[in-house]
């Protein structure tokens, strides 16, 4: 599949997002002209989901819209994105939210979430997704959920909207912590071995467990020494301002701090999602060393996506 043209993405997104308002609004045109659309694109191609649409399209412009769940919400806006991305685009698109891609013509997902707290779940084919990014690029429209559920308003409406790239879609902090053991084995700090098995543990972080931030603070403090970059960085394990960066991090003492810190957030694997996951393929290991690794949201232990 194609990456997304995230350039003409960006072009056209902020005009839907208040396409996608007008219609939260109860605007009677615009209703009408997705209504219609629905009906000759994506009812055919599935009755019952796309008529349970149309039923809540009537009572939005009935002023009788009472959904309240945020499931429900959330998968009405993002049916309502899809038709109107297809009125803009003059197409039916053939993705479904069950086949993991909305419009896989674009090669973009859509999320909506409320504000109270936005998150959703994403299913991963592997654990190195999560610093390489997903298959898609993903436009998430954050709602106001807060405000409608206390009726403080009476609408919904888009308080905040992300587009994020293929790569985008991955873990922010992760990737921090990759990028900086990578430059670590990039400049001969590290070899391959450790450099493998640091990277296997940060993609199956549980990144509240301690012996993981331990390992994670320290290579963070290696890779700020070696770059000189330690400025504002508070230095728990380590010299921040050794007479030689190289050797001092190539030293045995910080070698083995190294070692033992790895050492002691592996024993805890057997009870980790992916444990069975092995070190990182040739094929993975080729995509690491060239990889963006700019990961914009942030991911819980049981893989809810948060948007911040």
Known sequence: MAKADIAALQEIVPE????????????????????????KSYLPQNGKIWNKFLVQLQSLEAD????????????FIEKLLTVLF????????????????????LNLGIKATSDRQPQSSENFKNAYERIFGIGNALLVFIY??????????????????????????ADKDLCASAQGVRELYREKIIGEDLLKAALRLIVLSDKSNREFLGMCRLIREMASIFSGKTKGLE??????????????????DVQRALALAVDAYQK????????????????????FREHPLDGRVSMSFALQWRFQ
């Open 268 to 287: 805890q694997f057997p009870s980790f999602p992916f444990a069975n996951d092995g070190l990182i393929t040739d094929e993975q290991s080729r995509v």
């Open 235 to 252: 230095f728990r394990f380590l010299d921040a301002n050794p007479r030689d960066a190289r050797g001092y991090l190539t030293s045995a």
């Open 144 to 169: 106001n959920g807060t405000a409608y559920a206390s009726e403080a308003e009476a609408n919904l409406r888009c308080v905040q909207h992300y587009l994020l790239s293929e790569t985008n879609a």
């Open 16 to 39: 839907l997002i208040e396409r996608a308002n007008l219609v939260l609004a109860q605007d009677e045109k615009l209703i009408a002209e997705v209504a219609n659309s629905t009906r």
């Open 64 to 75: 009788a819209f009472e959904v309240s769940d945020p499931k429900t919400i959330g998968t």
């Open 86 to 105: 297809s009125i803009k685009k003059g197409c039916v698109f053939s993705g479904s939210s069950a086949k993991g891609v909305d419009l896989p013509e």
